[in-house]
Every structure is written in C-alpha cells, then in structure tokens.
C-alpha cells in the first residue's frame, strides 16, 4: 500500500511529489455580473470537487455575481488584475485589500495582455505580486515569450529573468504560494498551441529557476501552469506533462464545454 501525506497542494507519493493541477478560467473581458452568474451556475457542478482546483478569474464588475455562484462549492473566484498599493489617487483602479475583502482567493498578475497594452513592466509584476501575498490573494503570476523571442531562440533566457525578478523580495515561505502560468504570446488567443514538448521545456525551466532561487523541495511544491489555446482536445497531452500542473485558460474557459478541460482524463 502507498503512504499518502497531503502537505497544501502537494501529495508525497512514496517520495514522489504529486502537484494536484490547478484550473484556472480567465474570462478576460467578457461576461457582466447577470451572464457571469448563468455561466457559474451551469458549469460549477460540472467542476467543481473533482481531481483539479479550479479558478473562475472574471472581471471586476463580475466579481460578487461569480462569488454568490459558487458559495457552497470547492470552485474558487479570482480576479484579472489588481494595483499594488492599498489605497489612493489611481483612478479606475482596484486595490487587493478591496479583492480580499469581497471574498476572492486568487489575482492573475503579469498576464501579457497588461504587459503589451497597459505597459506593465517586470518591476510593476513583482510589486503587485508582494502586495497580493501581504493580503493573502494567491497570485497567478505569468511568463511568457514573443514570437520573435522564440524564434531568436531566446524564450528560456527570456522566461528565466522574468521570474527571477518576479520574485525578486518573496519569501520562500510566500514563494509557495504562487502559482506560475507560462503563456507564450505568441498562442495566446492564435489558435496556436505550443507542442507538448515545447510547454513542458519551458515550463521545467521555470521549475528550475525556483529551484536555483528557493531549492528544489520548493520547487517541487509550485504549481506551474500552461496558457495558450488550451481546449478540450489538447488538454488531456498538455497536462500529462511532468512540470504542468493544469492551465490558464482564456477563450475556451467561457464555452460550455469547459468542464471537458478541467475533466480531461
């Protein structure tokens, strides 16, 4: 018989660690607090309590309607962006003290999106991830590469610095805590998914740049993401990947069929 000890998210299997995956919807910006709702009501029963946690990251406004929804259930509410200060004179902004304080668990921060049309840079990444962490939201924090990157050969280098300076200041205690999603840009809403062996390469390079900075039993412990066209028919090849533990999904997380990724064996 195999001895199981569930540690958080992590299972140690007969010395071997077993990240429990992580799924995690990000509705971008789509769907108001009344579709939000009709949506979390149908597709939370098909999701929730199953083999992989899973996320519904929605917008702002959307927040208290996906929260109502799924109250009752293993099925945890995130939201898309956050500011890193607490509090003051920055217009349209919304605060992680104001996301905790709704009841929300996670916050996407650094998705490329932010990056390439609101100029988030990796300095305004690290700080937004220390403040989610002083307010006990569990960042989803992603890395990714261009398509000029990759084909410059760049992408583990690129991926490489950006989470070192994401975590620049983290504890390791914290470290644990965050979940990191690898998007290439370039499969990001493209219909292009990177191969099995191109995510699950760049995804144990970011394993082993935490490792490098926190030691491998950390390391071991982080649940790593991957985002860019996930669906239903790529799911099952991507997430049986030995460094992906579930993914960051965008446009597929918002079609009925979304259960079929969380539900892909």
Same mark, same amino acid.
């Given at each position: ?173 914290? =470290?644990? &805590? $965050?979940? %990191?999603? +690898? ?12 191969? *099995? @062996? ?20 950390? =390391?071991? &412990? $982080?649940? %790593?993401? +991957? ?12 997430? *049986? @990947? ?24």
């Amino acid at each position: 018989m195999l001895w199981l000890c569930r540690i958080n998210n992590p299972i140690i299997e007969s010395g071997i660690t077993m990240r429990k995956k992580i799924i995690a919807g990000n509705w971008k910006m789509n769907k108001g607090p009344d579709a939000a709702r009709e949506f979390a009501v149908e597709m939370t029963p098909k999701v929730d309590g199953g083999a992989a946690d899973v996320v519904f990251c929605v917008p702002y406004v959307s927040l208290l309607a996906a929260l109502d929804a799924a109250k009752g259930t293993f099925v945890a509410i995130g939201a898309q962006n956050m500011h890193f200060e607490d509090a003051g004179a920055y217009t349209g902004e919304v605060s992680p003290g104001m996301l905790k304080e709704l009841g929300v668990k996670y916050v996407i921060i650094g998705h490329s999106e932010r990056r390439a049309y609101f100029g988030e840079t990796d300095d305004i990444v690290n700080k937004k991830a220390k403040a989610a962490l002083v307010h006990g939201l569990m960042p989803i924090l992603c890395v990714g590469e261009s398509l000029e990157q990759r084909n410059l050969g760049i992408t583990i280098e690129h991926v490489r610095i950006q989470v070192k300076i994401a975590f620049d200041g983290i504890s390791a205690v914290d =470290a644990e &805590k $965050i979940v %990191i999603a +690898y998007e290439p840009i370039w499969a990001i809403g493209t219909g292009v998914t990177a191969t *099995a @062996q191109q995510a699950e390469e760049a995804c144990a390079a970011v394993r082993q740049v935490v490792a490098e900075l926190y030691g491998q039993p950390i =390391a071991d &412990k $982080i649940r %790593i993401q +991957y985002g860019g066209s996930v669906t239903a028919d790529n799911a099952a090849e991507l997430f *049986a @990947q030995p460094n992906i533990d579930g993914g960051l999904v965008g446009g597929a997380s918002i079609k009925a069929d979304f259960d079929r990724i969380v539900n892909y064996q």
